[in-house]
């Protein structure tokens, strides 16, 4: 089946720059997606990028996705302690019944010390 | 616009007990997704509908049943609750299958 492979934890010191990496499966991806998870709450979706595109950067979020080896980053410029949550990468990859839905990796826990 | 609301937030259930998760959207959209998310796993597909009407099976459905009642909500019906259920299940729609998903905040759900 498509799978989606994220590290589990990365650390930070407040005003650096965050890169939380990301491989998928599906080739056939039209839209790879970022969600962000702070703690007791559901997933807020971040950001988006078309499988065309190579880069989309929105305010201080980068997102690159090299399409020939199935990866994608998230780029987190100048980083708070408020970005401090889980951040998932999810894939659109097909279902057995043919419908396409989103497949998560497990998550990178993002801790940002002050 | 509440987006994706879904009852109760929190239930602690004996095994064997059952109950309903209920979830409502109101963007319109055509399609919702029940997920849980438990440890380590990230979130795993329980079920979707595609379109009112309709209902499959997704990664984890063991368990689970659904019911899409109208085009707003989708529920989720656990009919004989085990130990193993206990996880926080999310429920998400989306204007199309394939596409961005919005969540709701979840329910924590303990069986003991």
């Known amino acids: 089946g498509e799978d989606v492979e994220q590290s589990l934890f990365l650390s930070v010191r407040e005003g650096d720059s965050s890169v939380i990496n990301c491989t998928y499966t599906?080739?056939?991806?039209?839209?790879l997606y970022w969600y962000k998870q702070e703690p007791g709450a559901g997933l807020q979706l971040l950001t988006y990028?078309?499988?065309?595109?190579d880069m989309k950067q929105d305010q201080r979020l980068t997102v690159l996705l090299n399409k020939k080896d199935k990866h994608l980053s998230l780029r987190i410029a100048d980083t708070q302690t408020g970005d401090s949550a889980i951040y998932f990468c999810a894939e659109s990859s097909h279902l057995p019944t043919g419908r396409r839905a989103l497949t998560f990796g497990s998550g990178t826990r993002l801790q940002v010390q002050p | 616009n509440a987006g994706v609301t879904q009852t109760p937030k929190f239930q602690v259930l004996k095994t064997g007990q059952s109950m309903t998760l209920q979830c409502a959207q109101d963007m319109n959209h055509n399609s919702m997704y029940w997920y849980r998310q438990d440890p380590g796993m990230g979130l795993r597909l329980i079920y979707y509908s595609a379109s009112e009407g309709t209902t499959d099976k997704g990664e984890v459905p063991n368990g689970y049943n659904v019911s899409r009642l109208n085009k707003r909500e989708f529920s989720l019906r656990l009919e004989s609750a085990a130990p193993s259920q206990t996880s926080v299940y999310f429920c998400a729609s989306s204007s199309g299958t394939g596409g961005e998903q919005y969540f709701g905040p979840g329910t924590r759900l303990t069986v003991t």
């Open positions: 599906d080739s056939s991806s039209t839209y």
């Open positions: 990028i078309f499988s065309n595109m």
